[in-house]
Nanobody, 122 residues
Framework: QVQLIESGGGLVQAGGSMRLSCAAS????????MAWFRQAPGKEREFVAV????????NYAASVKGRFTISKDNDQNTVYLQMNNLKPEDTAVYYC???????????????WGQGTQVSVSS
């Protein structure tokens, strides 16, 4: 079992930065792929970024590549999403997800956090 708790959301102006954190419980965190997804009002949940269990392999959605960075600290059982040059279209609830062999597909993930709201004003 893995429990995930996100933090770090809030309101920021366009062009600003924000860092999300996802703290995980469980002794097997280091063996899990971790990902971030987001869901804007009226839209489906979509993939944002993923990091492999070692923390060396990453992949990003085209819409955030070059602006967002995902990282993983296995000692702290935490995954981060650094978001720079934020745009109003980044406004969404951001969810952390964990799976032993995850990827970019939402349905591949078993464990989810409760979500944290990110709002970007123009």
């Amino acid at each position: 079992q893995v429990q995930l708790i996100e933090s770090g959301g809030g309101l920021v102006q366009a062009g600003g930065s924000m860092r999300l954190s996802c703290a995980a419980s469980g002794r097997t965190f280091s063996t899990y792929t971790m990902a971030w997804f987001r869901q804007a009002p009226g839209k489906e949940r979509e993939f944002v970024a993923v990091i492999g269990w070692r923390g060396t392999s990453t992949n990003y959605a085209a819409s955030v590549k070059g602006r967002f960075t995902i990282s993983k600290d296995n000692d702290q059982n935490t995954v981060y999403l650094q978001m720079n040059n934020l745009k109003p279209e980044d406004t969404a609830v951001y969810y952390c997800a964990a799976e032993r062999f995850g990827g970019t597909v939402l349905n591949a993930y078993t464990y989810w956090g409760q979500g944290t709201q990110v709002s970007v004003s123009s």
